[in-house]
Structures are given as C-alpha cells and as structure tokens.
C-alpha cells in the first residue's frame, strides 16, 4: 500500500509546490470548512485529514466546523458565525440549497471567498456565487449504481437513507431507481441514524417485502447496521447489496462478498483540494477553469488492496 500513499504524498507534492516558498509568509490566511454532519457521523474523519494535511502543506490555517446533531438551521446559523469572523475564505457543504444559500451569498457579498463542496450541484455553486464545485454530483453517481446494479440482476430494491433531512443525499436514491429503470415509490426508507433503529427497520422492510432482491446504502451509518440485518435473517451474502462511501466495516463486506461494492466519492480530495485552490487564488490570483468532480468510483473486491488500507483514512 505504500505506492498508493507515496503517489497521494506526490501528488500533493506537485500541486503544492509552488506554494512552499511563501507558505511560511502567507501562514496567516484563515479558511472554515463548515459542513452539514453531526458529531456522531465518523465518515467525515477523512475530510478532517484532508484539510489537515492540506493546511499543513501550503501553510494556511483551517478550521472545521459543524452543527453537532445535523441540523441545517444550526449549520446556517454556523455559517454566518464563520462569515462574521472575517476569514480569507470558506468552504462548505450545500446539503440543503433552500436553507443555506441565504448566509452563503450573505458571505460572498461580504468579500469572502467560498467553494461548494461535497453537496449541492455546480449550479448551485453558481447561483450562489461560489468560485467553484468539488464533490460528486449525487444524482449521476445514483445513475451510474442503478445502471450498474441492473448489470448485476437488481429488480427490486430497498434504498437505506440515513439522512432524509437533506435533499441532495435522496437524490443517490432517485438516480439508482432511474438507473434501474424502476419508480422510486416507497422504496427509500427514512432509517434516521440510530444503528439499533436501522437495523430493525431493514429487517422489517425485507420481512414484509421478500421480493426484494437489492439493497443500496447511503455511507457507513446506514450500510453497518443494515449489514448486521443481513447477517442476523441469513440474507449476507444471497441480495445485492451496493453502498455509496467506504468505511472499515464496508470494507470487511466487500472484502467477505457481502457486499457487491462501494462508491468512493474521494472526500479526501473534496477536503485537500479546496484548500489549496483556495491558497493559490490568495497568493496568486489562480483558479481551474472547471468544477471538479471527485467521483462516483466502485470500489470492488478486486480492487480492493488499493485502498484497504486507508478506508476511513484517506479514502
């Protein structure tokens, strides 16, 4: 694995290089990454990296931020505490174009510099005057894993979501039942985030409906306790079962073929890149010319030595 962390190092190497001279002049530019994730949803331990490292190389200071239990009002109200702060720069998630495209404009119209990541669309990003959009677009990745999953024999599915609060998360589960070419129907289930609730909900659902022949899982919170249903009613291993994101008990599934695959949308890289872009449009007045989309990627068994050992790390 080690080719694959020297090849990340590189390649930050690269795109940071130019950067290292004046990192220690510029050392007080201030960036806040606020997003949308309760304290309880590990998966955004790699985006905390990401940022880290990020900082740490081109020598500017960030700051993550977030509402503890997801609220979006809360993730509102943290955005224009960011805002009135007065940092050089903020990068956030768009979970929910309604409730935060107020405060982001506010920021933009105060001078600050703002880059969507994660959620939200380019054309949001635009709309609210962002410079740009890092993250993978939810609905094409919800596309891409129904074309895929009917490659695969799905007919029938179930769609996990852990976070029916924020629209741009239920648009992985239209996308999968367009790929599919089935009518979304009553097949997204609100599972909230309590592991022990997940479980028995999925468990109900598969009960009552046996039919069912796919799961799709939305990230870790929801694929480890449905993964437990599974393993509990015999079904591990016997129904299709996809996940958007990687963790370390997704990847002990795909690992044990419990489960078909998982979707990396490189947070890493929606964390790392903001931040330098940011530093380079500081310092010298630079920016790409496009959005950048940082996934969807499936991560199967056979590829699986390549990032196992950075799942919920660096991947």
Same mark, same amino acid.
């Given at each position: ?9 590189? %390649? ?44 740490? &190389? ?29 940092? +050089? %720069? ?11 495209? $107020? ?5 933009? +119209?105060?001078?600050? +510099? ?48 852990? =976070? ?5 998360? $239920? ?15 009553? =097949? ?14 999925? @468990? ?14 939305? $990230? ?13 009613? $015999? ?10 994101? @990687? ?22 890289? &929606? ?15 630079? @920016? ?23 799942? %919920?790390?660096?991947?």
């Amino acid at each position: 694995m080690k080719h694959l962390f020297t090849s990340l190092a590189l %390649g930050a190497a690269i795109v940071t290089a130019p950067l290292a001279a004046t990192a220690e002049s510029h050392s007080d530019l201030n960036y806040v990454l606020v997003s949308h994730a309760p304290d309880s949803d590990t998966w955004w331990n790699t985006i905390k990296n990401g940022i880290a490292l990020a900082g740490e &190389q081109v020598g500017v200071n960030v700051e993550y931020r977030n509402p503890p239990t997801g609220d979006l009002a809360d993730m509102a109200r943290i955005i224009q505490q960011a805002a009135a702060s007065g940092p +050089d %720069g903020i990068i956030t998630t768009l979970a929910d174009f309604d409730v935060l495209q $107020g405060p982001i404009k506010d920021a933009v +119209d105060q001078g600050i +510099d703002v880059i969507i990541m994660n959620t939200g669309t380019p054309e949001q990003a635009r709309e609210v005057g962002a410079l740009m959009y890092v993250g993978q677009p939810e609905y094409d990745a919800g596309f891409a894993a129904g074309q895929r999953a009917k490659g695969e024999g799905v007919t029938k599915f179930l769609c996990v979501n852990h =976070a029916i609060q924020q629209p741009t998360v $239920g648009e992985r589960c239209r996308g999968y039942a367009d790929g599919l070419g089935i009518d979304l129907g009553d =097949a997204m289930m609100d599972s909230g985030t309590d592991p022990a609730e997940i479980k028995n909900k999925v @468990l109900a659902y598969l009960s009552a409906n046996p039919d069912v022949d796919g799961i799709l899982t939305l $990230g870790p919170v929801s694929a480890d306790p449905t993964l437990a249903a599974l393993e509990e009613n $015999g079904m591990a291993g016997s129904i299709h079962f996809g996940t958007f994101d @990687l963790g370390e008990e997704i990847v002990k599934g795909i690992k044990a073929g419990t489960i078909n695959w998982g979707i990396d949308q490189q947070p890493f890289l &929606q964390a790392y890149m903001p931040v330098v872009i940011l530093a380079n449009w500081d310092r010298y007045g630079v @920016l790409p010319g496009n959005n950048i989309n940082s996934g969807p990627g499936f991560v199967t068994k056979d590829g699986l030595a390549k990032v196992e050992e950075f799942a %919920g790390e660096y991947r």
